[in-house]
């Protein structure tokens, strides 16, 4: 089956420092891959996506590429804010599985002033 | 647009007690879920459905019922409440019953059963 694998976490960063956050996939053909953000006492919103290898999904600054060689969708940021403290889930849907959604284990980031 | 709203916020069981949770939309979504969240374990699927009277099991679906008589509604109920259902449960939509639009999270139940 489907199946998404994050970095273990947390992550403390101080402001203005490099983020990355790896994830990887295990699923049959081209699935589609998202990440979310969940900020404190909030439901997940999407962050980003790519539906096809090599597409690279951006936005507020963080970016993603859909490597298939390595299944691989790692998340970067250049310089973190504050602002970004929150939990990072990075998911995939599967070529055959309609709207449903596979998570990865969540990665808590925390970046300090 | 409310967008996906929740209730309860929080709730406290005791084991063996029964409860709906509730889940509402006003986007006129086909597509709705519900995912338990456990520490270390990120989001996983209970229950899903793809349109009003059609519902199926995701993975983790024991112990729960869900029904869909509107596209606007879709509660979840806990049967007979077991400590290991203490979690964050999370209600989600979607235009597209086949993917390729953007799923939107309500803002979820904090479930304890003592």
């Known amino acids: 089956g489907n199946s998404v694998t994050q970095m273990e976490g947390p992550v403390t960063l101080s402001e203005e420092a490099f983020l990355t956050i790896n994830c990887t996939y295990t699923a049959t053909g081209y699935p589609s891959l998202f990440w979310y953000v969940q900020y404190p006492g909030e439901g997940l919103q999407l962050l980003l996506k790519?539906?096809?290898?090599?597409d690279k999904g951006s936005n507020k600054g963080f970016e993603a590429t859909y490597r298939k060689e390595t299944t691989s969708f790692h998340l970067e940021k250049g310089s973190v804010q504050v602002s970004d403290s929150a939990v990072y889930f990075c998911?995939?849907?599967?070529?055959?599985?309609?709207?449903?959604?596979?998570f990865g284990e969540g990665t808590q980031l925390t970046v300090n002033p | 647009n409310a967008g996906v709203t929740q209730t309860p916020k929080f709730q406290v069981l005791k084991t063996g007690q029964s409860m709906t949770l509730q889940c509402a939309q006003d986007m006129n979504h086909e597509y709705m879920s519900w995912y338990r969240q456990d520490p270390g374990m990120g989001l996983r699927l209970i229950h899903y459905s793809v349109g009003a009277g059609i519902t199926d099991q995701g993975e983790v679906p024991n112990g729960y019922n869900v029904s869909r008589s509107t596209t606007e509604d879709f509660p979840l109920r806990l049967l007979s409440a077991a400590p290991s259902q203490t979690s964050v449960y999370f209600c989600?939509?979607?235009?597209?019953?086949?993917?390729?639009?953007?799923?939107?999270f309500g803002p979820g139940t904090r479930l304890t059963v003592t």
């Open positions: 998911a995939l849907r599967g070529e055959t599985s309609g709207s449903r959604l596979t």
């Open positions: 989600a939509s979607s235009y597209s019953r086949t993917g390729g639009h953007e799923q939107y």
């Open positions: 790519a539906t096809k290898a090599d």
